[in-house]
């Protein structure tokens, strides 16, 4: 099993920055891959960007240039640097863990406004 808690979330004005944390515990050495997914009201949930156990990284389109996932392995903790925020990232975001075994672990997720 795998545990994830998520922190960081807020409101904000066009333009502004939110750091958002995600802690890991349980079976860490099982995790390949750990991303954030934002799901909008009334939207699927959608993957934004993940980072995998060697630190390659990937994003989507819309958040490329303005958001940053990083890790701290020693903190078992990964986190997403959300810079030039629009009212369009507003949603709840989700912290995910993909194990080797491919099963998926999730946070409880966290909002995320930003007003214009």
């Known amino acids: 099993q795998v545990q994830l808690v998520e922190s960081g979330g807020g409101s904000v004005q066009t333009g502004g920055s939110l750091r958002l944390s995600c802690a890991a515990s349980?079976?860490?050495?099982?995790?390949?891959?750990m991303g954030w997914y934002r799901q909008a009201p009334g939207k699927q949930r959608e993957l934004i960007c993940s980072?995998?156990?060697?630190?390659?990284?990937n994003y989507q389109d819309s958040v490329k240039g303005r958001f940053t996932i990083s890790r701290d392995n020693a903190k078992n903790t990964v986190y997403l640097q959300m810079n030039n925020l629009k009212p369009e990232d507003t949603a709840l975001y989700y912290c995910?863990?993909?194990?080797?075994?491919?099963?998926?672990?999730w946070g409880q997720g966290t909002q995320v406004t930003v007003s214009s």
């Open positions: 995910n863990a993909l194990t080797l075994q491919t099963r998926n672990y």
């Open positions: 349980g079976i860490i050495f099982s995790i390949n891959a």
């Open positions: 980072i995998t156990r060697s630190g390659t990284t």
